[in-house]
């Protein structure tokens, strides 16, 4: 009888033990799923940041808007033109820091030859933001050869000009992290000589 308890008390405790160490590895295998599951997660915060808030982009620099404030257009020998345009451009930031950007110049061509400038001071835009600037610039058709299809476009009442910039300066990103980055402009528009107006802006 009393070894038959000892035998069933030990065959209890092996249990017991068993049972002890099952919990003991369940709980580990616990821990280690929880651990996996915490890498898992940071990895796609960072991956999702780095895509997002890290990735900083070119911004864009546009003109929105063109008012005519003074033209004078005819075709005598040679034709010329002179005209007064106020302009609004705008500077669209889409990174999650400011960029801080240089004085620059928005230079006017006709047939691709330039012909007039507009000074563009350096500023900053908001993060996520959209910086709108006014600029004035005066256009003469001195500059342009005789031998150009300007008498041919007065004639026609639309004057086709194009307008160049280059906006350089850097994002900077929670006071840390600084770059280089620029915005191009390329704006195709085209001058109502009878209204006065500019109409169909074309930016690239």
């Given at each position: 009888?009393?070894?038959?308890?000892?035998?069933?008390?030990?065959?209890?405790?092996?249990?017991?033990?068993?049972?002890?160490?099952?919990?003991?590895?369940?709980?580990?295998?616990?821990?280690?799923?929880y651990?996996?599951?915490?890498?898992?997660?940071?990895?796609?915060?960072?991956?999702?940041?780095?895509?997002?808030?890290?990735?900083?982009?070119?911004?864009?620099?546009?003109?929105?808007?063109?008012?005519?404030?003074?033209?004078?257009?005819?075709?005598?020998?040679?034709?010329?033109?002179?005209?007064?345009?106020?302009?609004?451009?705008a500077?669209?930031?889409?990174?999650?820091?400011?960029?801080?950007?240089?004085?620059?110049?928005?230079?006017?061509?006709?047939?691709?030859?330039?012909?007039?400038?507009?000074?563009?001071?350096?500023?900053?835009?908001?993060?996520?933001?959209?910086?709108?600037?006014?600029?004035?610039?005066?256009?003469?058709?001195?500059?342009?050869?005789?031998?150009?299809?300007?008498?041919?476009?007065?004639?026609?009442?639309?004057?086709?000009?194009?307008?160049?910039?280059?906006?350089?300066?850097?994002?900077q990103?929670?006071?840390?992290?600084?770059?280089?980055?620029?915005?191009e402009?390329?704006?195709?528009?085209?001058?109502?000589?009878?209204?006065?107006?500019?109409?169909?802006?074309?930016?690239?």
């Open positions: 009888m009393a070894e038959q308890s000892y035998r069933q008390r030990k065959a209890e405790m092996e249990v017991a033990a068993e049972a002890s160490k099952e919990l003991k590895r369940k709980k580990r295998m616990k821990l280690l799923a651990a996996l599951a915490f890498v898992i997660f940071q990895t796609v915060v960072i991956l999702v940041f780095s895509l997002t808030v890290m990735r900083i982009k070119n911004p864009k620099f546009r003109v929105s808007s063109i008012t005519v404030e003074g033209l004078m257009a005819a075709t005598p020998n040679p034709p010329y033109f002179n005209i007064k345009l106020n302009a609004q451009v500077v669209k930031n889409t990174n999650f820091g400011h960029f801080k950007f240089e004085n620059t110049t928005i230079w006017f061509d006709y047939g691709g030859v330039r012909f007039g400038d507009a000074f563009v001071a350096k500023g900053r835009s908001k993060a996520r933001s959209t910086k709108k600037l006014d600029v004035t610039v005066e256009l003469n058709s001195n500059d342009v050869p005789n031998n150009s299809s300007l008498q041919s476009e007065i004639e026609s009442g639309f004057l086709t000009l194009t307008c160049h910039s280059k906006l350089s300066g850097k994002v990103l929670m006071k840390l992290i600084k770059k280089k980055k620029s915005a402009m390329k704006c195709a528009m085209l001058v109502n000589l009878e209204t006065k107006a500019v109409q169909d802006i074309n930016c690239q």
